[in-house]
Each structure stands twice: as C-alpha cells, then as structure tokens.
C-alpha cells in the first residue's frame, strides 16, 4: 500500500515568513494529493489539492509542487498569519488516500 | 446543502460495551471513509464504502469492528466489547466519487471507561 511521510513534524516562524512543508509518497500510482489543515478539536479542511498531470498550483498565500519522478510535493505558505497556525496533513493516493503523520505550524506574531 | 454529519458527538462506553457511530454524507455523495485519530497523531484510514458496498477495509482490525453504509441511511460505524484502547476520534468524510476531494465530519469522540 502507500506510504506518506511528511516533515517537518512541528515548524515556528515569525508572522510573515514563508512555511514548507514537504511530503514524499511510495506508491507511483497515486495520482491525487490533497493537503488538509486541521484546527484544535476540528474537523480537517481541504486546502488544496494537486492532480498528477499538474506540476504546481497557487491559491493566493497557498502553493503545492509535485514531483512525481521524485515521489515528493510540497506545501508553501507565504506572508503567515497568526490564523494559519494548525495542524497540516498531506495525503496521497487515488482510490482512497493515505495521510502524512501532520506538520503542526505555530505562526508567532 | 448540509455538509457531512456525524453523531453522536461523543461517545462514553465502558469496556465491553458496543459502540455505533453514525455518518450521513453530504446530499449527493455516494463514497464513504472512515478514519481514527488519537490524539496528537494523524489520520488513520480504517474502511472505505460505497452505498452497499466495501470497497477496502484494508486498515479495519480483523475483529470487534465492522461498517456498513446501507441502501437507505447513514453508514455506520460499530465496534463491539470497546477496550480503552478503541478511545479516539472517529471522523468520516463523503465524497462524490472516488477521485474527488474529501468532506469530513465533525467526528465523534469515543472515550471507553
């Protein structure tokens, strides 16, 4: 089956620098890679995902790279808020995904 | 247009007890996960169903747990003789098909006593 891995497991940064995050998978197979952020005690949300025929993709401060002959993408956070502060999973698969283990990001104003 | 509900919130069962968990979908979805979160830790997947079917139950334990998402109804989610290990988060998410972004629930947070 898949497996994902993810670092790093926690992350600081000063309000309006950049965050990344970096995921690799193992199955070449898995076509869909979705990033989650997950508050204290709440559900995950969908933040962004990427398709495997799409080598980057940007919402406003949000960006995913994929490498698929690498077997590695990424997340990029750029000017972080105090609100970007939680809990990031990656996941990958096709049918059905398997998740990262989490990036907990603190943003410190 | 609903998103995914789950109930009930939180669950407390002592040892040997069962425990159902309960996921409507969001209207139009077709595609059950489950997932455990204990906490501090990420998301495990547990079972993926469609409507009367399992699709994969690859990270279900062989024993005690079992789901189902009927014709008609939410999926449920039960495990039986709960021990304090079984004590996490449940969360399930929709989707309308099986390459398509996840919805997930608020969870249901089981605590066995």
């Known amino acids: 089956g898949e497996n994902v891995e993810q670092h790093p497991s926690t992350l600081s940064v000063q309000e309006g620098d950049s965050a990344v995050i970096k995921c690799t998978y193992s199955d070449s197979a898995s076509n869909y890679f979705p990033w989650y952020k997950q508050e204290l005690g709440k559900r995950p949300q969908l933040i962004i995902d990427?398709?495997?025929?799409?080598g980057e993709k940007k919402d406003q401060r949000i960006a995913v790279t994929l490498n698929k002959t690498a077997k590695h993408f990424s997340l990029h956070i750029t000017e972080t808020q105090p609100e970007d502060s939680a809990v990031y999973f990656c996941?990958?698969?096709?049918?059905?995904?398997?998740f990262g283990t989490g990036t907990k990001l603190q943003v410190i104003p | 247009n609903a998103g995914v509900m789950q109930n009930p919130r939180h669950l407390v069962r002592r040892r040997g007890q069962e425990a159902r968990l309960r996921c409507s979908p969001m209207?139009?979805?077709?595609?059950v996960y489950w997932y455990r979160q204990l906490p501090e830790e990420g998301l495990k997947f547990m079972v993926y169903?469609?409507?009367?079917?399992?699709?994969?139950e690859s990270g279900m334990p062989k024993e005690r747990f079992s789901a189902e998402f009927p014709k008609e109804g939410p999926s449920i989610l039960r495990i039986q003789q709960v021990v304090r290990g079984d004590s996490a988060a449940y969360f399930c998410?929709?989707?309308?098909?099986?390459?398509?972004?996840?919805?997930f629930g608020p969870g249901t947070r089981l605590t066995v006593l």
């Open positions: 996941a990958a698969g096709y049918q059905k995904v398997t």
């Open positions: 209207k139009g979805h077709s595609h």
């Open positions: 990427i398709r495997s025929n799409v």
């Open positions: 169903l469609q409507k009367e079917n399992i699709i994969d």
């Open positions: 998410a929709s989707s309308p098909g099986s390459y398509n972004e996840q919805f």
